[in-house]
């Protein structure tokens, strides 16, 4: 059964906090993708990947940054969590744009 | 930057009985997917339809497309309990990898 994985389910971090949360898939997908998701808001891009070592600011990327130094890993740092960060972040791959989109199950971040 | 559409936002209805869900978008599209979201977990990927196709079904779901409208729906025949979810769409942009996600309706199934 391929996979997106996501390292936590939950986590609470401190304001100003450096935080790091990875995502690996099993799938050899070149595309990789960080969303955020808020109530009323929908999915919101954050960055995304097309290969290794390869990065493009999504809608939102200010406050966060991120590295693919292997194609299966996608991690996505908050240089210094604050509070508006507070979200699910869902990771997501897919092979092409002609493909859905496989997610993992998110992680809930809560910044106090 | 504004997201797709969905309308209903919300939907309650009772067992057996169809659910249709709406949504809209703004650019011209390559093609367009569905999701569901079951509370707190990640999306899972429902179906895809072109942008040169009008319907495509998948067991008891049925998606239309009206690229002339700028429009989709999704609907679920003879609704069951475990269809209780958030249902999004996503509109794949023509000329570059742009995906855009709606806002999403929840659906509430009645057993």
């Known amino acids: 059964d391929v996979k997106v994985t996501q390292s936590s389910r939950y986590l609470v971090k401190r304001t100003g906090e450096k935080v790091f949360l990875e995502c690996v898939q099993d799938?050899?997908?070149?595309?990789m993708f960080w969303y955020r998701q808020d109530p009323g808001l929908g999915l919101r891009l954050i960055y995304f990947?097309?290969?290794?070592?390869?990065?493009e600011k999504g809608d939102i990327p200010e406050g966060y940054s991120v590295s693919r130094e292997k194609k299966e890993r996608f991690s996505l740092i908050l240089e210094s969590a604050s509070t508006n960060q507070t979200s699910m972040y869902l990771c997501a791959s897919t092979s092409g744009q002609n493909y859905g989109y496989t997610f993992g199950s998110g992680t809930r971040l809560t910044v106090v | 930057s504004q997201q797709g559409e969905e309308d209903p936002q919300a939907l309650s209805i009772q067992e057996g009985e169809n659910a249709t869900m709406n949504c809209s978008y703004k650019t011209s599209i390559n093609n367009l997917q569905w999701y569901r979201q079951n509370s707190g977990r990640g999306l899972v990927h429902l179906i895809l339809?072109?942008?040169?196709?009008r319907e495509k079904h998948s067991g008891r779901l049925r998606v239309t497309l009206d690229t002339s409208k700028k429009s989709s729906s999704l609907l679920i025949t003879a609704s069951r309990a475990a269809d209780t979810a958030s249902y999004f769409c996503a509109s794949v942009n023509t000329g570059g990898f742009k995906t855009i996600f709606g806002a999403g309706t929840r659906l509430f199934v009645k057993a």
């Open positions: 799938m050899d997908h070149e595309n």
């Open positions: 339809i072109r942008s040169n196709e």
């Open positions: 990947s097309y290969d290794v070592k390869m990065k």
